[in-house]
């Protein structure tokens, strides 16, 4: 079956503008997270969302924000983007109903800020 | 506030040699905790998982990990390294309770460089 698809693969946005990514789950997974990726940083929580509802969200300033459609697609918005926002957006997609559940990512969005 | 450390940011093995990959964790209630690799330009993929059955698991690519709750460590192991083996690996786990689902904490990740 399809893994979690992630569009775009590869991006490039200036300063001040916002992006918008998208993240399409496995079928049937309820779960969809985000997460950023950057060599100072690591791998770093943005947000999940079950059932179209935030269940859970990072440290991560107002500027970032994501949604989850019925058909558990989600996307996650970066508006008045910064040079340190550049990074390789993650998603990842599971069941959701416990947290033991094998948890599958995307290939992930490179963002590139200038 | 849970914490993973992953000990050694770089490892370097010869081809053949045994590798060992630190993980520890930081709660006192044992997490799930996971593995994963990610390989250049590429996303995450699931090594090996544990979420409380056998305290030895093993994973893909003939690498396993051992549950060690008095240590608070997941190392993960490989008996001989392979060539394609070189990678970035990332220790993770998400708290017990299915509302914590998805969220998973990271260690810094350890980039596993192998020798010819």
């Known amino acids: 079956k399809a893994g979690v698809t992630q569009t775009p693969r590869y991006l490039i946005k200036t300063r001040g503008q916002q992006v918008t990514l998208s993240c399409s789950p496995i079928s049937g997974h309820r779960s969809v997270s985000w997460y950023q990726q950057t060599p100072g940083q690591g791998l770093q929580f943005l947000f999940e969302y079950f059932s179209e509802t935030q269940r859970n969200k990072g440290n991560f300033p107002g500027r970032f924000s994501g949604r989850q459609f019925s058909n558990s697609r989600s996307e996650m918005n970066v508006s008045t983007l910064e040079l340190g926002d550049s990074a390789l957006y993650l998603c990842?997609?599971?069941?959701?109903?416990?947290?033991?559940?094998?948890?599958?990512f995307g290939e992930g969005s490179w963002l590139t800020v200038v | 506030a849970q914490s993973v450390t992953q000990l050694g940011s770089h490892v370097s093995v010869s081809e053949g040699a045994l590798v060992l990959l630190r993980c520890n964790y930081s709660s006192s209630v044992p997490p799930y905790l996971f593995w994963y690799v990610q390989y250049p330009n590429q996303g995450l993929q699931l090594l090996l998982k544990y979420t409380s059955a056998a305290t030895l698991v093993k994973g893909i690519n003939g690498f396993e990990a051992e549950f060690k709750k008095s240590e608070t460590s997941f190392h993960l192991t490989k008996p001989s390294a392979h060539m394609s083996d070189a990678a970035e690996y990332f220790c993770a786990v998400t708290e017990r309770g299915s509302s914590n689902t998805g969220k998973l904490i990271f260690g810094q990740g350890t980039t596993l460089q192998v020798k010819p």
């Open positions: 990842a997609s599971s069941w959701g109903d416990n947290s033991g559940n094998t948890i599958y």
